[in-house]
């Protein structure tokens, strides 16, 4: 009597089969798998969205030293990464007020198949300042070095992404700055 008893409880009890328990496992690895495929690109845009937000708060800062100092800012672009501010003294010559590298592998390039900015100052090479050095004079308006007004171009990414893209554009006139982030081909360039 013992022995039937306990094969009828083995029968009852409930659990999950080794079909049932893999399937579990594989439908998570998809959701995983799928997760770091989209981690990835945010990762990318969000590199390329602080690298954008990093030049743009320099060149405003650049302005407005100029401005509020009554001193000339010049600032210039080192391939791969790296942006200089310098002040330009009385004297000619020129003190660093600041050095930025930029993260996350971005850098200063322009993408083959992207166009021209919607402010269209420019885009023959990754800093396209009309190959003068840029400055912001007392008025806050972007100069060259004879003085005629100047506006151009920054663009940057990571290397082989076009999703990292951005630009930020400079308006010699005013010294307004924008920065802009590539949609893709369908939405084209997106106004931060």
Not at 153 to 159: A, E, K, P, Y
């Given at each position: 009597m013992g022995g039937s008893g306990m094969v009828q409880r083995l029968g009852t009890t409930r659990g999950y089969t080794l079909v049932e328990m893999l399937m579990v496992i594989a439908i998570g690895l998809t959701m995983?798998?799928?997760?770091?495929?989209s981690v990835g690109r945010a990762i990318s845009s969000i590199r390329g969205d602080g690298a954008l937000y990093t030049i743009m708060a320099q060149l405003r800062k650049a302005r407005q030293a100029a401005i509020s100092r009554?001193?000339?800012s010049v600032f210039a672009f080192q391939v791969p990464n790296e942006m200089l501010l310098y002040r330009l003294e009385t004297s000619?010559?020129?003190?660093?007020l600041n050095q930025i590298f930029l993260e996350?592998?971005?850098?200063f390039v322009q993408f083959a198949d992207i166009p021209d900015t919607p402010d269209g100052f420019g885009a023959a090479a990754s800093v396209d300042f009309g190959g003068e050095a840029p400055r912001f004079i007392t008025d806050g308006s972007l100069v060259d070095a004879s003085g005629a007004?100047?506006?151009?171009?920054?663009?940057?990414?990571?290397?082989?992404?076009?999703l990292s893209a951005r630009a930020v554009t400079v308006f010699g006139g005013t010294g307004q700055v924008r920065g802009y982030s590539w949609?893709?081909?369908?939405?084209?360039?997106i106004e931060q």
């Open positions: 995983m798998a799928l997760a770091t495929i009554s001193r000339v000619g010559d020129l003190t660093l996350g592998n971005v850098q007004t100047l506006s151009g171009t920054v663009f940057l990414g990571i290397q082989d992404d076009p949609g893709g081909p369908d939405r084209g360039w």
